[in-house]
């Protein structure tokens, strides 16, 4: 099964889909509120109930976390499990009961591992889980399995006919895998040895089944390798329950690696299931902002900007000083070329932008003067920042024309004099007209005799004086 992926962002997974609309939307677009968990969240378009798809499109490729399935193995109750087997070997006395029991056991701890990682979850299951009734059950229906398999074998070896007999053998080996998990999750003999059951698994998975099957021999025949590499010299009283530790521990890593095989195609095997690495909600405040940025852009993609305007609107009545939820809105009217209300929106936004980030508001005037080619915000301080942000990006023009004749719009202003000053620097540096530039800085002396900024006055006025000489 292909991956499906948000209708509005095509790097993101889809998390959810609503069937009316026909559109998979991913967390971009739907955020959860983390302080409502049980608030089933609504289709942007419709309104309607959106049906959730789990770590269907999102879970992680199993062979991209390999490292993972092998420190999965080092939590505490897998490494009481391969600790177990190994003083097991160690100590147990050659008694059929015995064994049985310990084999009945393993068998109900790994099932427990594949059944667990199959439901997204990153801890281990305690080896107590091991201990319950039901554990005899799942050894003997793994030896029913297991029995089949060497029935076929020994069928197939009866024909003497080699080729027969190496094709029988790999094909057991191939869908040993899919019918171990079928028993792990059903727990039913039937199901294990149904070839549609077993199919399903491996159909969920397509080709890459056969990735997760090689990785599985590999993991097979690395314990007895390893036992090999280490094993020399050493004697049999060490081997054995090192063998029996390492095959502990390689049998949780492979049962982890096809639970989360199961988890990631969940979806091509009818399960939904989030999984410990689902996204997390925000809290109310910033749960209720993201809803409305994501709910507009959903509708402008839609191209129904008029919806999302209204979106916007409201939720800047609730949160009217949230920055983001100003820019977009800005933008939007901008772009929806609503004229009036655009205009209307700006004292409110730059006077925000202004004192969180002057960027903003200096694109926001730029878009103003497309609207209304003489607009200026009826703020001293705002026509100061603003212009300070425009000469720096050398809109010199622009920046200058927030500070033309300040001293007669804001009579009251007090900081007239640095505000003349950044203009005389607009003048000397962005347009290199030296001579308005001195005419600003002798105004400045004259209107605000007595300010603190005389001093960089001079400074600039000795910049401008070392220009003239230089330039006649
Ligand atoms: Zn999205
Ligand atoms: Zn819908």
Redesign the pocket.
């Known amino acids: 099964m292909d991956k499906q992926h948000c209708h509005y962002h095509q790097a993101q997974p889809a998390t959810w889909h ?1 069937a ?2 026909e ?1 998979h939307f991913g967390d971009c677009c739907v955020p959860l509120n983390a302080d409502v968990p049980e608030y089933a969240p609504s ?6 109930q ?1 049906r959730y798809l789990g770590a269907a499109n999102s879970a992680e490729p199993f062979w991209e976390r390999l490292p993972k399935f092998f420190a999965y193995a080092l939590q505490p109750g897998p490494l009481m499990f391969a600790g177990a087997l190994a003083l097991a070997s160690l100590f147990m006395p050659s008694v059929l009961v015995f064994w049985l029991a310990l084999l009945s056991i393993a068998t109900k701890y790994l099932h427990s591992v594949i059944e667990q990682a199959s439901l997204g979850s990153n801890d281990a299951p305690s080896l107590a889980e091991a201990f319950d009734g039901s554990s005899f059950g799942a050894f003997l229906r793994q030896l029913g399995v297991f029995g089949v398999a060497m029935v076929l074998l020994w069928l197939a070896a009866d024909f003497e006919s080699p080729p027969l007999f190496w094709s029988v053998n790999v094909a057991l080996v191939l869908v040993l895998p899919a019918s171990i998990i079928r028993l792990a999750l059903d727990k039913s003999l039937g199901a294990a040895l149904s070839p549609a059951e077993v199919g399903q698994v491996i159909a969920a998975m397509g080709w890459r089944y056969l990735i997760l099957c090689l990785f599985l021999f590999i993991l097979w025949q690395s314990p007895s390798y390893l036992a090999w590499l280490l094993g020399f010299g050493l004697p049999r009283v060490v081997l054995l329950p090192v063998l029996a530790l390492l095959f502990g521990y390689f049998g949780v890593v492979m049962c982890a690696m096809m639970g989360y095989a199961v988890f990631q195609y969940q979806g091509a095997l009818g399960y939904v299931v989030a999984g410990d690495d689902a996204a997390q909600g925000f809290p109310e405040a910033e749960w209720r902002r993201r809803k409305a940025l994501a709910e507009a852009e959903v509708r402008v993609k839609e191209g129904q900007g008029g919806a999302a305007v209204e979106i916007l609107s409201s939720a800047l009545r609730q949160d009217p000083e949230d920055l983001r939820l100003n820019e977009r809105y800005h933008q939007l009217l901008y772009v929806l070329n609503e004229r009036g209300d655009c205009l209307a929106h700006l004292p409110g936004y730059l006077a925000l932008a202004c004192r969180s980030n002057p960027q903003l508001a200096a694109n926001a005037f730029l878009n103003a003067r497309q609207l209304q080619a003489d607009f200026l915000p009826d703020d001293p301080l705002i026509c100061e920042r603003i212009a300070g942000v425009l000469l720096d990006r050398h809109k010199t023009r622009e920046g200058l024309s927030l500070l033309r004749n300040l001293h007669q719009r804001f009579p009251q202003y007090p900081h007239g004099a640095r505000a003349y000053l950044l203009a005389a620097r607009g003048f000397a540096e962005g347009l290199g007209q030296a001579d308005a530039a001195g005419k600003l800085l002798a105004f400045i002396r004259q209107r605000y005799p007595e300010s603190p900024l005389l001093g960089e006055v001079e400074a600039l006025e000795r910049v401008l004086a070392r220009m003239a000489a230089q330039g006649s």
Request: proline content about 18%; overall charge positive; hydrophobic content about 20%.
């Open positions: 609503c009316p609309c559109r289709c942007p378009l419709c309104r309607g959106l």
